[in-house]
């Protein structure tokens, strides 16, 4: 079973940068998809981006061009660069991991099977 601690969560006025780190506690070589997923009260699980195994990425419509997500296979840490920040981007952001059936997406909650506790980021305006 993976362990996923997410950091790097905080506080950023609008325009401004973040990045998110997700440390797993062993390798995720043999894991599939690792991706970013956001919540706000009230609200559904949102995937904001997702990466597979070969490095072939994807991204939410509200933050392409400005989120990066990456990983470093040799230390087995998950990685989100958040630019340009917006208010709406404010949100819980977890770290998720999984190999689901073929076909499922990487942004949708159900095919993960393993989740962070989550890292807090405020957007200012």
């Known amino acids: 079973q993976v362990k996923l601690v997410e950091s790097g969560g905080g506080s950023v006025q609008a325009g401004g940068s973040l990045r998110l780190s997700c440390a797993a506690s062993?390798?995720?070589?043999?894991?599939?998809?690792l991706a970013w997923f956001r919540q706000t009260p009230g609200q559904e699980r949102e995937g904001v981006a997702a990466?597979?195994?070969?490095?072939?990425?994807w991204y939410a419509d509200s933050v392409k061009g400005r989120f990066t997500i990456s990983q470093d296979n040799l230390d087995n840490t998950l990685y989100l660069q958040m630019n340009s920040l917006k208010p709406e981007d404010a949100a819980m952001y977890y770290c998720?991991?999984?190999?689901?059936?073929?076909?499922?997406?990487?942004?949708?909650?159900?095919?993960?099977?393993?989740w962070g506790l989550g890292t807090h980021v405020t957007v200012s305006s």
């Open positions: 998720a991991a999984g190999s689901p059936p073929y076909g499922w997406s990487p942004l949708e909650p159900i095919s993960f099977a393993y």
């Open positions: 062993l390798s995720t070589y043999n894991i599939y998809f």
């Open positions: 990466i597979d195994r070969h490095g072939k990425t």
